[in-house]
């Protein structure tokens, strides 16, 4: 009988994988479900509790749901993609206070969103991330932007992170009122 590694028939191995599978898929619709339920409200808790509304954008649904739990839990509002050209549409409902953006994703990379992101909420605070951030071209391509994005390199260390954003949101005065929703 083969083995698929650790004395584990292929067959069993299998099944376990099968099991995984169905167990992520099942857990990422779940999560889906609940994020379009805060979508729905986020901007009316921004206003209402005064809590910045963080957009968190990776094309892996893991990394992003596993983000946007991690902010949650210290009370921030956070609304996640898997697409930038969906959440650059988000970006359009009204203010976003800060973007958390993954740099290398298909259709439009982390660097193109921030930019037209910025374009229609220039207040919004953005913060790149990527294994390829400390490449040359990347960098070159963030400085013409002409406009302020932080960087942090993966594998991101939360704690590292988490004082970023809070620096981030910091800075400056937010504006909560009505009249900036669009």
């Known amino acids: 009988m083969a083995t698929g590694g650790f004395g584990v028939s292929d067959a069993n191995f299998a099944g376990a994988n099968s099991e995984h599978a169905t167990a992520f898929v099942s857990w990422q ?71 958390l953006s993954d740099i290398t994703m298909p259709e439009m990379d982390g660097v193109s969103l921030a930019a037209q992101a910025h374009a229609i909420c220039p207040a919004c605070r953005i913060l790149l991330f990527s294994a390829v951030a400390g490449e040359s071209e990347v960098t070159k391509r963030i400085a013409t932007l002409g406009i302020n994005v932080q960087l942090e390199f993966k594998p991101l260390r939360v704690p590292c992170l988490l004082l970023k954003i809070d620096g981030l949101l910091a800075c400056g005065k937010l504006d909560f009122a009505l009249v900036s929703e669009r």
């Open 29 to 99: 619709r779940a999560k889906e479900t609940e994020n379009e339920l805060l979508k729905v409200n986020a901007r009316t808790r921004r206003v209402q509790e005064k809590i910045p509304l963080i957009v968190v954008v990776d094309d892996e649904p893991v990394v992003a749901v596993t983000l946007s739990e991690i902010l949650r839990r210290r009370g921030k509002i956070v609304v996640w993609f898997t697409e930038s050209l969906r959440a650059l549409d988000y970006f359009r409902l009204g203010p976003v206070d800060l973007l």
